[in-house]
């Protein structure tokens, strides 16, 4: 079955303005009109005609706290200006978010916001994207994968290692030298993060302040901090992947007889909002999700307003730190 991209090839215009002169808008001569429904013709392609106002969105996931707070939130936004939206779910792979990409643009969306693992390969096909199509796309970067950002559209990337360093600079100042790092396999970026930050505070860390599994969420956090309690000598302070690991954590932390921040401070990243309402709240480092919603669907709508904007905006977001009450000063070091 054909597809608008065959379409548009055929009669060699773009996605876009095949889209448009199907739809009998007026920015399309006569001319490039007759061109495409010839195109359409000739390749039996079936047009579903409608108005548009659709808007693509594409997630790693919908399941973790952050990127559901960030769909749901753009989603607001769009609705209340009028857009429906298309949700897809690229389960953290490139593939997959290349893939969703591509049936976004074969559904002749408006628009399309990507949350991207920030892969080379998925900067290219957005290049690629460029020459064939000028629809309007927003990517915001977490950089799971690299910081590739596709230099022909609009960009927010979210700089996780300045966030790391601000909240290692913190404990340092409170007077922790021992400090370890837990994690799952889906973020080990920060990891690195982690241990390039402890480079730079001269803090005597190494790869086995790294504790990483497969296990996810609280329950990752959890498991991987039983394994931290195992250690001979006990860390003064744990630095959590994101806040649900932080919170799982503190549970194993409390479990043991141990007190939040009395014997152990914790950190998380990401500041959710759940953080600040803790029975101890969480101190945490992150750019609000719903402010990066906010700043990204707003972008967008101003593309969709104004075709003709022609300076594309590349922005580093520097995550903040919540000093809340989950982590104080050394008192004394503490032993097994």
């Given at each position: 079955m054909p597809k608008l991209i065959d379409v548009a090839n055929y009669a060699n215009v773009s996605i876009s303005t095949a889209?448009?002169?199907l739809n009998n808008s007026p920015e399309i001569s006569k001319e490039t009109a007759n061109r495409?429904?010839?195109?359409a013709r000739e390749l039996n392609y079936i047009f579903d005609r409608d108005n548009g106002r659709t808007i693509g969105i594409i997630a790693p996931e919908a399941i973790g706290n952050d990127y559901s707070v960030l769909v749901h939130n753009i989603q607001n936004i769009l609705f209340r200006s009028g857009y429906l939206t298309l949700i897809g779910f690229s389960n953290f792979s490139t593939v997959e978010e290349i893939k969703l990409m591509q049936m976004f643009v074969e559904k002749n969306v408006d628009g399309i916001i990507m949350v991207r693992l920030g892969s080379e390969s998925s900067a290219v096909e957005l290049e690629k994207l460029k020459k064939k199509s000028d629809i309007a796309i927003i990517q915001i970067v977490l950089p799971t994968e690299g910081n590739n950002i596709a230099a022909v559209y609009d960009g927010y990337i979210v700089d996780e290692e300045h966030g790391i360093y601000i909240a290692l600079e913190y404990l340092k100042e409170l007077g922790h030298e021992k400090i370890v790092f837990i994690t799952e396999s889906l973020s080990k970026s920060r990891a690195?993060?982690?241990?390039?930050?402890?480079?730079?505070l001269d803090l005597n860390v190494s790869d086995s302040d790294v504790f990483m599994g497969v296990e996810r969420f609280e329950l990752g956090g959890y498991l991987r901090m039983k394994e931290v309690l195992q250690r001979k000598e006990l860390p003064t302070a744990v630095f959590a992947s994101y806040d649900n690991m932080a919170i799982g954590a503190m549970r194993a932390i409390k479990e043991a007889g141990l007190e939040v921040p009395g014997n152990i401070s914790v950190v998380g990243f990401d500041a959710i909002q759940a953080a600040r309402y803790l029975p101890i709240s969480l101190t945490t480092v992150g750019v609000p999700f719903e402010k990066l919603a906010?700043?990204?669907?707003?972008?967008l709508l101003g593309r969709l307003k104004t075709s003709n904007?022609?300076?594309?905006i590349h922005v580093t977001l520097k995550p903040d730190l919540y000093v809340r009450d989950s982590t104080s000063a050394i008192k004394t070091m503490r032993a097994k």
């Open positions: 889209s448009k002169a495409v429904m010839k195109a690195g993060f982690f241990l390039d930050s402890a480079k730079k906010k700043i990204s669907a707003e972008s904007l022609s300076s594309i």
